[in-house]
């Protein structure tokens, strides 16, 4: 993938099998978020190819993209009736129940808290109960306990057989859910494996609780290929 | 499109401050138009000193004419406000309660009368540059009618005593000797006495003083037409070439709707297309669910709905006031529409470049407001080259079509109505156009 003169993502090739979670880890430009626009078919590839029909792939910007002068369910419904899924009130009925929203259906998206906003996000993602879902660093300003509510139904997803491709920063989040790691530096693939691998590659032994360690390992890993 | 378009009316709908300013600007837009155009200019307040005493009269010939005429006349054009003395008039002035004095001398009717030196006014004036400007104008406006309403009664007086100088009678003049001889009448007698004369230099003499009086006959006949050539030296008379003269209070209405039409279908239209960006779901909707060119499409129709009904409810509303030709609405509505088409398609243009709303609106604005003014300089009020750029200008963006194209369908203004149509239609694909090339990427 090239911007006029810069590449931003270069010979990456990986497959998701269903319910796989797969994290993409990287620096800033790393190509983190051009990795899952591809994939979501936000942007098209100049060289490459998706074997995924965009409609095929739930998409969760880092960002909630909603309309905050409509209510969850007004938000739901618009997306479901633009996706045309085949019954869109059945749809959103079954979003608002997935994500604990219902009490809050009839509620302005400007009103809700940044975790309730985020939940809408995803439940957009999932509305026409894609096989894939993409979402572009989804724990963002969250606090911990929205972000461990989120996660636990990301996973629940993840069970029913929806394969679950996420960026994110927090390298905790890879150890503990993803069951596969992407690497990327500068746009290219450096690592794609297990978490447990990973350490292994990075020269650390493998302790899942430990947080620091899966950071440290993540730094050394970068360094001594000469990524900061 | 048409859920997108749901959506696009609900946000509306709840946007409480834009969906007031959108029924209340034509409301009182119109309203202040009509006021103004259906109520004369107030005139300004200004105190008389009229130091004159009353009755007293300008000789002209035998005729004799009332100052305080001249004065009836001046004040015809004002709030006049007498005042005893110009201390009076001052004080009022310095008070704000008149914007300015005129004080009409004791002397002006022997200044008059005298033939040999002129009558002097004096103007005093209040106020900053722009009210001392307007008053000042006013004035001189008022001054200028009411000299030439009082030399044309000088002028008459003038010929009337030039006809009896060649009719001969009594003039009327202290002094004057009674029954006088006329200097038409002097010619024929002349040949009378000239013909009874034997041949020499008496003759010779009657006969050079008939030749005097001849001329002098002949051209105080002429000098009663020069007379009137002097008060009025030059007569207009003008000849329309082409189009309809359009009346200046129906083309205010036409610029004051256009104005209206335009603000509210760019506005409309960017803010629409930067509402998605801001809301960060232009990305989610351009990934399949709906096409660049129908989203553009649906705010530019969107506005330009809004905006059509908006200066409709305007026109309308003006028409109160204003008498304007109801046959031709379905024209009306014609220029509207596709006035409003191009604006909404100048809206996403701009709309594309701004990432929020409020920058889009700051754009819009800032983008459309000299556009609107530049298409209202008119021809011969700038240098000749200068004149070509604005016009280049206005020529490739809508206001001033969209202009034309509703003074063609109040006023039947030149251009025709189909050739504006032709000239939005052509603005309305090329702005749709650069909109959809700047939405090419989305972030």
New interface residues.
Partial sequence: MRYGERTALAGVSFDAAAGELVAVVGSNGAGKTTLLSILAGIQPPTAGSVNRAPSEVGWVPQQPALYSKLSVAENLELFARLEHVPDPRAAVERMLEQTGLRERAAEQIGRLSGGNRQRVNVAIGLLSRPPVLALDEPSTALDPGQRERLWSFIRGLAAEGTSVVFSTHYLGEVQRYASRALVLADGRLLFDGSPEAFLVAAGEQPARDSIADFEDAFVSFLRRRAYQ | MS??LR?DL??LR??RLTVALLVVYPIAIALLIGLALSRGPAKPRVAIVNETTPGARVQVGGRSIDVSEYASQLFDQVEAVPSATRAQAIAKIQSGDVLAAVVIPHDIAARLSSDISQAHLEVLYNGDALEQSLVQSSLNSALAQANLGFSEQIQQAAAQAIGLLLRGGNLGVLGAPPNLIGLSQIPPLLRGVIARQPPGPDRAALQRTLAFATFAAQNLTLSKTVLSTISQPIAVHSTLLHGRRTPLNTFAVVVAVSVSLMFVCVLLAAGGVALERE???L????????SREALLAEKALLAAACALLLAFAMLAGIGAFVSLDWSRVPLWLAALAFGALAFGALGVAIGVLAREVRAASLLAFLLSLPLAFLALVPSGSVAGGLYDAISAVSFVFPFKASLQALDAAVNQASPGLSISVAHLLGLTVLFGALARVGLR??E
């Fill in positions: 859920w997108l959506k609900l946000i709840r946007s809301e960060r779901a990305a989610r909707l351009l990934r399949g669910l709906i990427r989305v």
